[in-house]
Nanobody, 112 residues
C-alpha cells in the first residue's frame, strides 16, 4: 500500500504547478483524498479534499487558485496550483481520508 506524490519544484510567484499522487494497493475509487501542506515552523494544514463522488472543498487561502481532481482509472489525485504565492511554499502531502495513509511529501518552493 503506497501513495507516491510527485510534481513539486521551484516556481516563480504567479506561476503554476500540478501535483500528482498515485495510489497503489488500495481500491482507490472508494476513498476520499486530501492534500495537506506543512511550511517550515508551521503545523500541517488541510489544503483541499475530494470525496469519492467528486465533491471538493478548499482552504480559504487557496480557493480560486487551486483545483483538486481525481482519475480513478489511474488511481491518482491531482492538485492544480495556479497564481502561486510565496506563502504557498511548503511540503505537500496527499492522504487517504478514511485511513491513516500518507504520501511521503513533495516540496513546493515559490520564489519572488
Amino acid at each position: 500500500v503506497q501513495l507516491q506524490a510527485s510534481g513539486g519544484g521551484l516556481v516563480q510567484a504567479g506561476g503554476s504547478l500540478t501535483l500528482s499522487c498515485a495510489a497503489s494497493g488500495i481500491i482507490f475509487s472508494i476513498y476520499g483524498m486530501r492534500w495537506y501542506r506543512q511550511a517550515p515552523g508551521k503545523q500541517r494544514e488541510l489544503v483541499a479534499g475530494i470525496t469519492r463522488g467528486g465533491n471538493t472543498n478548499y482552504a480559504d487561502s487557496v480557493k480560486g487558485r487551486f483545483t483538486i481532481s481525481r482519475d480513478n482509472a489511474e488511481n491518482t489525485v491531482y492538485l492544480q496550483m495556479n497564481s502561486l504565492k510565496l506563502e504557498d511554499t511548503a511540503v505537500y502531502y496527499c492522504k487517504v481520508v478514511e485511513r491513516d495513509l500518507w504520501g511521503e511529501g513533495t516540496q513546493v518552493t515559490v520564489s519572488s
